[in-house]
């Protein structure tokens, strides 16, 4: 699943691909936003680690990832 991470003051968004069931990822989010978790920590499909204050997230996005496209669209 995709999720978009807008960080306070700061211009980029942080963009992971995460291989996680959706409900637990929506436990973790809803837990950083409330302030029941001091950090949002995800881990992307490549393996690495994201961890971010929940204090500085300004939104999270999240979706299904976008599908690659090959060729020319019409």
């Known amino acids: 699943m995709e999720v978009k991470i807008g960080i306070q003051n700061v211009i980029r968004d942080i963009v992971i691909d ?14 950083a936003l409330t302030g029941s978790s001091p950090t949002l920590s995800l881990t992307d499909s490549k393996g690495r680690r994201v961890i971010v204050p929940s204090d500085k997230i300004a939104f999270i996005e999240l979706g299904s990832p976008a599908v690659g496209q090959v060729g020319f669209r019409s």
Do not use: G
């Open 18 to 31: 995460a291989d996680v069931d959706p409900a637990e990822l929506d436990k973790a989010v809803e837990a």
